[in-house]
């Protein structure tokens, strides 16, 4: 079973960039299409964006394109998030987790520890 490990977070003024990591392990991890979530405490899980298995597209929820960029290196088993000129309302902990179903559905039986984000105005 691939466990996943995100990093990167912390606090940043607003306009500033943060860049997030998930690290995987087990082989499967090259073969399934991945993304960011994010969550509000007292709110749900939202999607943020997503990537296939093979890097060809990418999805991202409207409040962030043009802002945030997802990647993935499969060779390393990690994904990306690139986040720049950051809002106070990106604050959030943000997860990695497999797509099930593309674009935006993730696998909910498994969510990692998250990393914290926190923009400051």
């Known amino acids: 079973q691939v466990q996943l490990v995100e990093s990167g977070g912390g606090l940043v003024q607003a306009g500033g960039s943060l860049r997030l990591s998930c690290a995987g392990s087990g082989r499967t991890f090259g073969s399934w299409h991945m993304g960011w979530f994010r969550q509000i405490p007292g709110k749900e899980r939202e999607f943020v964006a997503a990537v296939t298995w093979n890097s060809v597209s990418t999805y991202y929820q409207d409040s962030v394109k043009g802002r945030f960029t997802i990647s993935r290196v499969n060779a390393k088993t990690t994904l990306y998030l690139q986040m720049n000129s950051l809002k106070p309302e990106d604050t959030a902990v943000y997860y990695c987790?497999?797509?099930?179903?593309?674009?935006?559905?993730?696998?909910?039986?498994?969510w990692g520890q998250g990393t914290q984000v926190t923009v400051s105005s």
């Open positions: 987790n497999r797509i099930t179903e593309w674009p935006m559905t993730p696998r909910n039986d498994y």
